[in-house]
């Protein structure tokens, strides 16, 4: 299994400060998927809040299977009648839970929030044994201003990308009205476990 780092590489790369949100919503299991072995599953899992709000903050799904990973997640404001937009979407530090935010942008628009959550669960593998195969990395945008941008790269080829997110961090009437900074985020699983499970050399 791999070793957490104590560092980053870069001044500016740093690893994830996760949330920790209000209780999760147990997503729905939406649909499977299975790889060719038969041994790798992915399933998505999805929730909607319960009431309307203007500016929603951190609002989470859960996947419902004990044996998964939580690599990805999404979300879903609404378009009319003004609109909102999603400002963050990335994961909780348990390895089992998606956030997502949004908020609407100068014209009051409460809404109900969809969350996504997708799963991952390796045959002959624990839940634990999959988190300490995972890594989570992010960066921020230097500064804030109205079109931020931030990035970060799988800098390793030890290591497989599995799935992204962004947090933004406005001010005032936010993204799209004034200045704010972002942060992105990646996910990645250590290419040798994922090879062993699977018994095969490479992935395609």
């Given at each position: 299994?791999?070793?957490?780092?104590?560092?980053?590489?870069?001044?500016?790369?740093?690893?994830?400060?996760?949330?920790?949100?209000?209780?999760?919503?147990?997503?729905?299991?939406?649909?499977?998927?299975?790889?060719?072995?038969?041994?790798?599953?992915?399933?998505?899992?999805?929730?909607?809040?319960?009431?309307?709000?203007?500016?929603?903050?951190?609002?989470?799904?859960?996947?419902?299977?004990p044996d998964m990973v939580v690599i990805g997640g999404g979300g879903m404001a609404v378009e009319t009648p003004a609109g909102a937009l999603l400002t963050a979407s990335y994961p909780k530090g348990d390895w089992r839970t998606w956030l997502v935010s949004s908020k609407d942008h100068g014209i009051a628009n409460p809404h109900y929030l969809t969350a996504y959550a997708i799963g991952l669960k390796i045959d002959?593998?624990?839940?634990?044994?999959?988190?300490?195969?995972?890594?989570?990395?992010?960066?921020?945008?230097?500064?804030?201003?109205?079109?931020?941008?931030?990035?970060?790269?799988?800098?390793?080829?030890?290591?497989?990308?599995?799935?992204?997110?962004?947090?933004?961090?406005?001010?005032?009437?936010?993204?799209?009205?004034?200045?704010?900074?972002?942060?992105?985020?990646?996910?990645?699983?250590?290419?040798?476990?994922?090879?062993?499970?699977?018994?095969?050399?490479?992935?395609?």
């Amino acid at each position: 299994m791999m070793k957490r780092l104590a560092g980053a590489s870069s001044g500016i790369l740093f690893w994830l400060f996760f949330s920790n949100a209000v209780a999760a919503d147990t997503g729905t299991r939406l649909n499977t998927f299975h790889d060719g072995s038969g041994k790798i599953t992915v399933s998505v899992f999805g929730a909607r809040s319960g009431t309307q709000q203007q500016h929603w903050t951190d609002y989470a799904v859960s996947i419902d299977d004990p044996d998964m990973v939580v690599i990805g997640g999404g979300g879903m404001a609404v378009e009319t009648p003004a609109g909102a937009l999603l400002t963050a979407s990335y994961p909780k530090g348990d390895w089992r839970t998606w956030l997502v935010s949004s908020k609407d942008h100068g014209i009051a628009n409460p809404h109900y929030l969809t969350a996504y959550a997708i799963g991952l669960k390796i045959d002959g593998m624990t839940h634990d044994q999959l988190v300490e195969a995972l890594e989570v990395k992010s960066d921020h945008s230097s500064s804030i201003e109205p079109h931020p941008l931030a990035d970060v790269d799988v800098d390793s080829n030890d290591y497989l990308l599995l799935g992204g997110g962004f947090n933004i961090i406005f001010n005032g009437a936010g993204a799209r009205h004034g200045p704010a900074a972002i942060k992105a985020i990646k996910m990645a699983a250590k290419n040798a476990t994922l090879f062993v499970c699977i018994n095969t050399p490479r992935l395609s």
